[in-house]
């Protein structure tokens, strides 16, 4: 199913961040949004994720497939967010980080399979019972991407994902990150301040106009 922005703008205390942004994010395709600090990227994620902060307002209609999610609760969209940070919990280990965002459907059985086969292909056999404390940053990184993916979400917003990692880590986890989004067919958004991580040449500049896509 796609992403679709329509006429979508953000205001704060009344004043308009951008103007309207419209755009269609198909089944694995990577939208990339650059722009100067300040300028709205990250805002317009929190808007599709539906966390705007308190004093933000939203203007336009957001879809995905044939939900309109303007008044669907954040929990609701199945919308996954990938940051800068890993925000894993320190008190589980790998296996119980990754079977959090499990599908509540499942059996033990089931989850220990899910988990097993996603460390697996990140290339993490065998960390299930790793304590977070002693992974490497680029690990870390890994578990991350694959709780956000384990939780089925049906589009993914990425946050700058990469900009704490060193440039030959940062390069194979943008490779892997892009591999299993279109592996897995979902829309997904990119905010970044570096033209490297943008995927193809589906960039899209938030500073001022409109914008189509």
């Not at 925000?87 to 059985?109: D, I, K, Q, S, T």
């Not at 989850?111 to 002693?134: C, H, N, P, Y």
């Not at 279109?182 to 106009?209: C, F, M, Q, Y």
Request: charged fraction near 20%.
């Amino acid at each position: 199913m796609s992403l679709v922005l329509d006429a979508v703008e953000i205001y704060r205390n009344g004043s308009k961040l951008f103007d309207p942004v419209s755009l269609h994010v198909a089944p694995g395709r990577i939208i990339t949004l650059m722009g100067p600090s300040g300028c709205g990227k990250s805002t317009l994620l929190t808007a599709v994720c539906g966390n705007l902060d308190p004093g933000f307002s939203l203007a336009g209609t957001i879809t995905l497939g044939d939900r309109v999610l303007n008044d669907v609760a954040m929990e609701q969209r199945r919308i996954g967010i990938l940051f800068q940070d890993d925000l894993l919990f320190p008190h589980l280990n790998v296996f119980e980080n990754m079977a959090f965002g499990l599908p509540p459907r499942l059996n033990p059985e089931q989850r220990r399979q899910r988990v097993a086969s996603a460390l697996s292909m990140a290339g993490l056999e065998g960390f299930g019972k790793r304590d977070i404390a002693t992974l490497s940053g680029g690990q870390k990184a890994r578990v991350s991407l694959l709780r956000t993916l384990l939780a089925e979400p049906q589009a993914i917003l990425l946050d700058e994902p990469f900009s704490k990692l060193d440039r030959q880590l940062k390069e194979s986890m943008r490779a892997f990150v892009f591999q299993q989004i279109k592996r897995l067919a979902v829309p997904a958004l990119l905010v970044t301040h570096d033209i490297d991580d943008a995927a193809d040449d589906n960039i899209l500049e938030l500073s001022s106009g409109s914008y189509h896509a």
